[in-house]
């Protein structure tokens, strides 16, 4: 958690260790439950932690990233499914994200000009904008991930590319 976020109330044990303890009575791979525990608590962590501080700007991390992925793109458009691969979603997650965007005025929603089943979603004059002050936001609280080092990141991912390799994510 990022200093200038409020600390919600801490437990006075871990209960990912208590719940391994009990999982070890039970089952085998204790190490493997441990992990993808922590990961998933820590991805709830990072979410909230995100979102409570996008709010304000009328954004979630889901649609800031929507907003971020279509600011990279070279004419600041993209089909509503190529946002769903680019951002490893399901096609109808991203159908609920570009729409509160258009009604935010950020995106707008127009007919594909090449292929007339698909819909482009493009990027605001508004919407550049908000993305570099969200940006700011999400960079202050140095992604959630404030009480790891640079070089504690770099670990991080590393360790995360195996699993998400073996998972067909990507290619390389």
Known sequence: MSPQQPRRPSLPFDPIEAAA?????????VP??????????????VLTELDERLRPL???????????LLSFSRRGALPLGKIGERLQVHATSV?????????????????????????????TPAG???????????MGARFGLGSLSDEQ???????????????GDFEV
Do not use: N
Request: glycine residues 4%; contains cysteine.
């Open 128 to 138: 550049r904008e908000l993305v570099e002050r969200a940006t700011e936001v999400v």
């Open 21 to 29: 303890g009990q999982w070890s009575q039970h089952w085998g791979d």
């Open 58 to 68: 009328g954004l979630t991390f889901a649609r800031y990233e929507v907003l971020v």
């Open 95 to 123: 159908t609920p994200l570009v729409k509160r965007l258009e009604a935010a005025e950020l995106i707008r929603r127009t007919p594909h000009p090449e292929d007339g089943r698909a819909i482009l979603a493009s990027i």
């Open 153 to 167: 990141c770099d670990d991080l991912t590393e360790l995360l590319t195996p699993p998400r390799k073996a998972a």
């Open 32 to 45: 493997r439950m441990r992990a993808v525990t922590s990961l998933m608590r820590v991805h709830q962590l």
